[in-house]
């Protein structure tokens, strides 16, 4: 099995760098990306403008683009990240420090954990959704899974040209290490009884 990572733009190569010209770099938000909504929301241009070109986690733990899902895959250097709750409320109060390593993103398998037409009977995941989770991550074999970084929109100057969608390979690595980190912040939540908040 193979996976594919979609990545948010970034306008120096995923190097675990703030871009170096983030004001001008919108395809990180809008519908262009991952996670559209919340990068765009959680994009702040203050710090990202005050330090161009530093380490994305520079400002932790007052601000971390949000765009470090994916914009360390190809950094030499180890990232630490603060990942806070989805729910406003809850933002302060659950926090989860982790360090994503060099060469790495964070990623999740939605399709699999998200019951989409099966909400009424299951809510938001499925209860089975941890053995789901590690069925899934068993699938994938060491230095022979393909792990392929992709965008959906190419770059700003070929989005002029086009109304057509785009969809653009940027990479492609074998996987040589997986990490749960998503499972134990979910883990975490639970626990904590804000998921069912």
């Not at 938000?29 to 702040?44: C, D, F, Q, V």
């Not at 994503?100 to 019951?115: A, C, D, E, K, N």
């Not at 100057?157 to 785009?166: A, E």
Request: aromatic residues 12%; charged residues 25%; contains cysteine.
């Amino acid at each position: 099995m193979h996976v594919t990572i979609r990545m948010a733009w970034h306008d120096h190569g995923w190097d675990g760098k703030i871009c170096r010209d983030p004001g001008a770099n919108t395809y990180c938000t809008g519908t262009h990306s991952l996670l559209s909504e919340r990068l765009a929301r959680e994009k702040r241009l203050g710090p990202e403008l005050a330090a161009p070109g530093t380490n994305l986690d520079v400002a932790l733990p007052e601000y971390l683009p949000p765009c470090f899902w994916s914009s360390c895959a190809f950094a030499d250097d180890p990232t630490a990240t603060l990942h806070r709750h989805p729910f406003g409320y809850l933002r302060d109060k659950k926090q989860i420090q982790a360090k994503l390593r060099p060469f790495s993103v964070y990623t999740w398998p939605f399709r699999l954990s998200i019951t989409h037409d099966s909400f009424k009977r299951h809510g938001q995941y499925f209860p089975d959704l941890e053995k789901r989770i590690d069925r899934y991550c068993a699938r994938l074999v060491k230095g022979k899974s393909l792990v392929f970084f992709y965008l959906t929109t190419i770059t700003p100057s070929l989005q002029m040209i086009t109304s057509t969608p785009w969809w653009a390979a940027v990479n492609f690595h074998t996987t040589r290490k997986l990490q749960d980190t998503f499972l134990s912040i979910r883990r975490s939540y639970r626990k904590s009884g804000a998921e069912r908040a």
